[in-house]
């Protein structure tokens, strides 16, 4: 089993759909917890950053940690064409001078 | 802010030639990282440094090669280009690895995309 696992897609809502993004993992020393986003023949950017359990909103974007079943998730609301891109789930352990483990990806296309 | 950047963008090589995808960054991090990334196998770390003069090996080093002689540059070298090794490659930078006070989190360049011949 990798170390975190993500729902391979593709992807496809209609504009104003709300999207739920998902990941799992095994490690339970994990505690930062992110998203990044890479549009087409971009780098990947952090979109969000969590850390530990709990829920962090930043406009239309949610990102939820659940620890206890091991599981996060990002949550697009009123998507938008401009959010059809690839979605990148990133973890890492603090303290342990650990590097960052990402998910395989999953890339969301919005049709207008 | 230039950040990460990453030269060339495209590349085509034929089976054997060497070439050396050059990475650069400019806001004093310590940690610098190639990844290669590939349809359906997400970002694979080849290489990475956690400070001038530091190497060591990722998940898929065989048939590349760095150095890390500078904090700002960290090349990567194709010894023996194969069609293997047709992908696209991110160069990133962090503060460090993650930490008590930092997540570790990764600023990545726009990539070299490479076809090996």
């Known amino acids: 089993q990798k170390e975190v696992e993500q729902d391979p897609g593709p992807l496809s809502v ?43 909103e930043d406009g239309r974007f949610t990102a939820q940690v659940d620890k206890s079943s091991k599981y996060i998730s990002l949550f697009i609301r009123d998507s938008q064409p401009s959010d059809s891109a690839t979605y990148l789930c990133a973890m890492s352990v603090p303290g342990a001078n650990s590097k960052l483990t990402f998910g395989k990806g999953i890339t969301l296309s919005v049709r207008p | 802010n230039a950040g990460v950047t990453q030269t060339p963008k495209f590349q085509v090589l034929k089976t054997g030639q060497s070439m ?35 190497t060591d ?30 992908s696209v490659y991110f160069c990133a930078s962090s503060r460090g690895l993650a930490g008590v006070s930092n997540t570790g989190e990764l600023f ?4 070299s995309r490479l076809t090996v011949l």
């Open chain 1, 14 to 56: 209609p504009e104003g759909a709300i999207v739920s993004l998902n990941c799992t993992y095994s490690n339970s020393a994990f505690q930062y917890f992110m998203w990044y986003r890479q549009y087409s023949r971009k780098g990947p950017e952090l979109l969000m950053y969590t850390y530990s359990s709990g829920n962090k």
């Open chain 2, 20 to 54: 050396t995808l050059q990475c650069a960054q400019d806001m004093n991090h310590e940690y610098m990282s190639w990844y290669r990334q590939d349809p359906g196998m997400g970002l694979r770390l080849i290489h990475y440094s956690v400070g001038a003069g530091i």
């Open chain 2, 57 to 86: 090996q990722g998940e898929v080093p065989n048939g590349y090669n760095v150095s890390r002689s500078t904090t700002e540059d960290f090349p990567l070298r194709l010894l023996s280009a194969a069609p293997s090794q047709t």
């Open chain 2, 108 to 111: 990545f360049g726009e990539g």
